[in-house]
């Protein structure tokens, strides 16, 4: 029988994460994020909560909010909703993680292939975000994530440092199209 040697690739169908460099700006491809969402079940939310911060080492993020304690990092997608972040080459199997901590309090998905993201950072970030999404990018606050259109595509907008730091979580599907959206942006605003 044939070995089969599958390499991974990267949303944009690279071998390795795209980087495009603007002046004051970076625009990277980021891969080493295992991704799952969390959904508490009806009736269970009070459950849910404590066994979140049990096993995340810190409460679940309220509206709009990201929380972080060690190697997890979560934030709010809708009621009752969340994604949980953490390093892929630790945490590969993040959703059964989860599912073995959180037991019948949530629902579990894994959704680390399902979504592409992009780092955006430097000075230059508020300019490139004010040309891509009706979020007011200047009042956004460290550790704030809201979810917007890009292109036409709905995503997830994190602000990690106010002002300078950003992750664009979007379908992978949609890799190409939100990449041209950014690097097509920062070409005009810088």
Same mark, same amino acid.
Request: charged share 25%.
């Given at each position: 029988m044939p070995?089969?040697?599958?390499?991974?690739?990267?949303?944009?169908?690279?071998? !390795?994460?795209?980087?495009?460099r603007f002046e004051g700006l970076t625009i990277t491809e980021f891969t080493g994020v295992?991704?799952?969402?969390?959904?508490?079940?009806?009736?269970?939310?009070?459950?849910?909560?404590?066994?979140?911060k049990k096993v995340l080492g810190v409460a679940l993020p309220d509206v709009g909010k990201i929380a972080s304690r060690g190697v997890f990092?979560?934030?709010?997608?809708?009621?009752?909703?969340?994604?949980v972040e953490a390093p892929f080459e630790?945490?590969?199997?993040?959703?059964?993680?989860?599912?073995a901590g959180l037991k019948a309090t949530v629902s579990?998905?894994?959704?680390?292939?399902?979504?592409?993201?992009?780092?955006?950072?430097?000075?230059?970030?508020?300019?490139v975000?004010?040309?891509?999404?009706?979020?007011?990018?200047?009042?956004?606050?460290?550790?704030?994530?809201?979810? !917007?259109?890009?292109?036409h595509t709905g995503c997830f907008l994190l602000c990690r440092t106010a002002g300078?730091?950003?992750s664009v979580y979007g379908p992978r599907s949609s890799a190409g199209s939100l990449h041209h959206a950014l690097t097509t942006a920062?070409?005009?605003?810088?």
């Open positions: 070995e089969h040697r599958l390499k991974a690739l990267a949303p944009l169908g690279g071998a !390795t994460p795209k980087v495009d295992a991704l799952a969402s969390i959904a508490s079940r009806v009736g269970k939310e009070k459950p849910c909560a404590t066994a979140a990092n979560a934030f709010w997608t809708g009621p009752e909703q969340w994604f630790t945490h590969e199997d993040l959703a059964a993680i989860l599912k579990v998905t894994e959704q680390t292939d399902g979504w592409c993201r992009f780092d955006v950072e430097g000075q230059g970030a508020v300019k975000f004010e040309r891509l999404c009706p979020v007011n990018i200047r009042t956004m606050e460290s550790d704030t994530v809201s979810r !917007t259109a890009i292109d300078e730091a950003f920062a070409k005009s605003a810088l």
